[in-house]
Nanobody
Framework: QVLLVESGGGSVQPGGSLRLSCTVSGSISNSYAMAWFRQAPGQEREFVSAIRYPNGATYYEDSLKGRFTISRDRSKNTVYLQMNSLRPEDTAVYFC???????????????????WGQGTQVTVSS
């Protein structure tokens, strides 16, 4: 069993920053991907970013490149999402998720992730 716990969400003004954390516990395979997705009210869950283990390759939704950065601390089994220059349209519940034995073509597909966190709310508003 794998448990993912997100933290770091909150309310911020446009242009502000937040850093989300996702701590992973339980049985973790040698090859996997950790990803962030987000879901706004009435919309589908969409891919934000992912990082692969063990090689550390990163992937981003094209429209978020340059504002969002994914990183990891292997000693803490934690993945981070640094979000800068936040906009009202970034408002959503952010989820972290794990995919075992990923390949490049499946990294962005939410259907290939088998473990999910409970989500953390990010609200960007003036």
């Amino acid at each position: 069993q794998v448990l993912l716990v997100e933290s770091g969400g909150g309310s911020v003004q446009p242009g502000g920053s937040l850093r989300l954390s996702c701590t992973v516990s339980g049985s973790i395979s040698n090859s996997y991907a950790m990803a962030w997705f987000r879901q706004a009210p009435g919309q589908e869950r969409e891919f934000v970013s992912a990082i692969r283990y063990p090689n550390g390759a990163t992937y981003y939704e094209d429209s978020l490149k340059g504002r969002f950065t994914i990183s990891r601390d292997r000693s803490k089994n934690t993945v981070y999402l640094q979000m800068n220059s936040l906009r009202p349209e970034d408002t959503a519940v952010y989820f972290c998720a794990r995919q075992a034995n990923p390949i490049v073509s499946t990294i962005r597909s939410r259907y290939r992730y088998d473990y999910w966190g409970q989500g953390t709310q990010v609200t960007v508003s003036s």
